[in-house]
């Protein structure tokens, strides 16, 4: 993960095990379900905390309004 203001370097590469991309105004959160995350710029790469990448966090259904 590159720190705020860092540059990558100019022959770096995506792993294509990590190219899944983000959606700008998703949210997504880890497999245990104690880090959310918003999505506020979206990119290429998919985020991880370590080896354990995130998944997207999935709508709550409202309830009917009948």
């Known amino acids: 993960m590159l720190a705020s203001g860092e540059e990558a370097a ?3 590469a995506l792993d294509p095990a990590a190219a ?3 959606a700008l105004g998703k949210r997504y ?3 245990g379900g104690d880090l959310e995350l918003l999505c506020t710029k979206p990119g290429k790469g998919s985020l ?3 080896a354990s ?3 997207l966090k999935e709508a ?3 309830p009917s309004s009948d």
Do not use: C, E, N, Q
């Open 10 to 12: 100019a022959d770096a």
């Open 20 to 22: 899944g991309g983000t």
């Open 29 to 31: 959160i880890s497999a």
């Open 48 to 50: 991880a905390v370590g």
């Open 53 to 55: 990448p995130l998944v």
């Open 60 to 62: 709550k259904p409202l």
